[in-house]
């Protein structure tokens, strides 16, 4: 039973920080690339960051280059997203995704999502 829970949402000012965690379980997460995404009301959702299974390449939206770091603990089976000079605009629900391949097709796999609020 794959699982994700988010959790380090939050009001904040306008650049202020947050640290989201995402604690995995029902796989094996020291070979799943992982990735956090955010839907804010009324838009698509979004990727914000990606990292590979060692945690040895991150990839970013250019909104939030300079700003987000993403990283993980895979001995905590746990990824983390490091938000800084947070801005009104990033206010949005975020989730944490797992990519798995399973019966060899390539399935996602969503938390339920942390609010993360930024006001001015």
């Known amino acids: 039973q794959v699982q994700l829970v988010e959790s380090g949402g939050g009001l904040v000012q306008a650049g202020g920080s947050l640290r989201l965690s995402c604690a995995a379980s029902g796989f094996t997460f020291s070979s799943a690339p992982m990735s956090w995404h955010r839907q804010a009301p009324g838009k698509e959702r979004e990727l914000v960051a990606s990292i590979t299974s060692a945690g040895g390449s991150t990839n970013y939206a250019d909104s939030v280059k300079g700003r987000f770091t993403i990283s993980r603990d895979n001995p905590k089976n746990t990824v983390y997203l490091q938000m800084n000079s947070l801005k009104p605009d990033d206010t949005a629900v975020y989730y944490c995704?797992?990519?798995?391949?399973?019966?060899?097709?390539?399935?996602?796999?969503w938390g339920q999502g942390t609010q993360v609020t930024v006001s001015s």
């Open positions: 995704n797992a990519r798995l391949l399973v019966n060899f097709r390539r399935l996602d796999y």
